[in-house]
């Protein structure tokens, strides 16, 4: 129960900040069960910026593979959501590969990250920087 309330607060914390409480994970109910949750963020000039304006980003799109390279889950939020909470996913690693989109459609920046999502309820990965390209 303690868990199961962290991590509403930790969602509900996440939602009225500007991330995209999304529930189209994997489905794992037969087994211990967790969630994804990241912002992102853009190299500009000597530094990073979450702003997606100044960043030139319209729409990021992002995709969590397994260890195997297998698509689990892949979807695109407008940029100014500002990150994603993804849920039911089994405990293992994986990898988010995430593109930032012009407006233009054009890919500008990209981002690879591997994570281990060990820990039930949410697993925060905080800030993913995607690379100018």
Same mark, same amino acid.
């Given at each position: 129960?303690?868990?199961?309330?962290? !991590?509403?607060? +930790?969602?509900? &914390?996440?939602?009225? &900040?500007?991330?995209?409480?999304?529930?189209?994970? =994997?489905?794992?109910?037969? %087994?211990?069960?967790?969630?994804?949750?990241?912002?992102?963020?853009?190299?500009?000039?000597?530094?990073?910026?979450?702003?997606?304006?100044? +960043?030139?980003?319209?729409?990021? %799109?992002? &995709?969590?593979?397994?260890?195997?390279?297998?698509?689990?889950?892949? !979807?695109?939020?407008?940029?100014?959501?500002?990150? +994603?909470?993804?849920?039911?996913?089994?405990?293992? &690693?994986?990898?988010?590969?995430? %593109?930032?989109?012009? =407006?233009?459609?054009?890919?500008?920046?990209?981002?690879?990250?591997e994570v281990d999502v060990f820990e039930p309820g949410l697993n925060d990965f905080d800030y993913l920087t995607l690379d100018y390209l």
């Amino acid at each position: 129960m303690k868990i199961a309330t962290i !991590s509403l607060l +930790a969602a509900l &914390t996440l939602a009225f &900040t500007g991330c995209v409480v999304h529930h189209d994970g =994997p489905d794992c109910d037969h %087994e211990p069960c967790a969630d994804i949750g990241f912002y992102w963020e853009f190299e500009y000039g000597i530094g990073v910026t979450d702003d997606c304006i100044l +960043a030139g980003v319209a729409r990021v %799109e992002f &995709t969590i593979l397994d260890i195997y390279d297998k698509v689990i889950y892949t !979807s695109n939020r407008p940029c100014s959501e500002e990150g +994603a909470i993804i849920t039911d996913f089994f405990y293992d &690693t994986y990898q988010i590969f995430l %593109e930032g989109i012009d =407006p233009d459609g054009y890919v500008i920046y990209e981002g690879l990250y591997e994570v281990d999502v060990f820990e039930p309820g949410l697993n925060d990965f905080d800030y993913l920087t995607l690379d100018y390209l």
